[in-house]
């Protein structure tokens, strides 16, 4: 399948990215690929030092299950033959995640997670097939506990690159200042009402109702000089595992964590439905069949606990700090969407 022509991206604020071309040996002995990948372990070490310091646990993530994720803005799930049952790869690990704060309280993966994203979305610069998620769940937290902790995890990540990896941003042209704001300001929070009706009067076509689209985050990120949360998703746009507010019906106490400088989504996250009967109402609502969610339905009958939790895209989070042009550079085996490549 051949590569469709990238396409200028109007708010960031480099022009069109290079597209993966070169094989894969010259991609991994390239210099920019060891200062990005130096960076990005970087970001894992202190990740785990960070979430451990505070009482997580790390568990492995699991790779295949009878059933996934499902709220995953229009990419394909792949199917596995597990002895004659269909199971799939992993989406996203969050029925996982709710399960595990049986055994711990607050718990974290770096986890793989595959998506067959729609074709164009290899020229957005923001979508892999293949890419990994830090992973966050914590028993008992709301939504405004867990942001805080999204906040203080990117704002270590962060501080701790630019304090220990200078010589590597500075070999990426990456400009130390571009972080000053992030590791000294807290964080603003938008709604997604306000945010919507913002790209609306810029002219951009933001369906109210929905998820904002990649082009409408990228025009929100690109006037932004720290990262920000988008709060308060209605109902419809996510997944059957985003709370609805008591107080709010219709709304989700839900929340995206966007990237400054045009780089878009970095996190999202939520307060977890845990309700039996609610969950098999909203998977009703949201077009999802409650018969496939067997293990996941038997388990919220006998009892999940209250939870809040987000998944960080490492590769974004590693493009934003790098300031790369596009996500693939921010992986070692790139999987762009509909590209055969290693
Ligand atoms: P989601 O469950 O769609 O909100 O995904 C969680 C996080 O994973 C997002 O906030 C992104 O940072 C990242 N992510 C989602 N889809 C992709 C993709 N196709 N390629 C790279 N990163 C992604
Ligand atoms: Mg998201």
Redesign the pocket.
Known sequence: MSLLQPTKLIHHPQTAAPQPTKPLDEHLSSDTTRAVLRIQNQMLTATRRFLADRGFTELLPPIIGPVT?P???G?KQVDVDFYGHKYKLM??A?LYKQASLLAFDKIFYIAP?V?L?PLL?AVTH????E?H?IDVEMRDATREDIMRLAEELVSHVVAEVVRERPAELEALGRDRDAFRELVEESFDRITHADATADLVGLGHPQDPGAEIDWMGEEILSGKSSRPFFVVDYPKGSRGFYDREDLAAPGVLRNF??IAPEGYG????GSEREFDYATLVTRMRETGENPSKYGWYLDLARRGIPASSGF???L???TRYVTGLNA?WQASAYPKL?GVVSA
């Open positions: 994720d709220g995953i803005r990419s989406t996203s969050i997670n998506r994203e979305t923001r979508h892999l097939a890419f998620q995206d964590l989504e970095l996190a999202s998944g960080i895209g590769e974004r989070f996500v969407p």
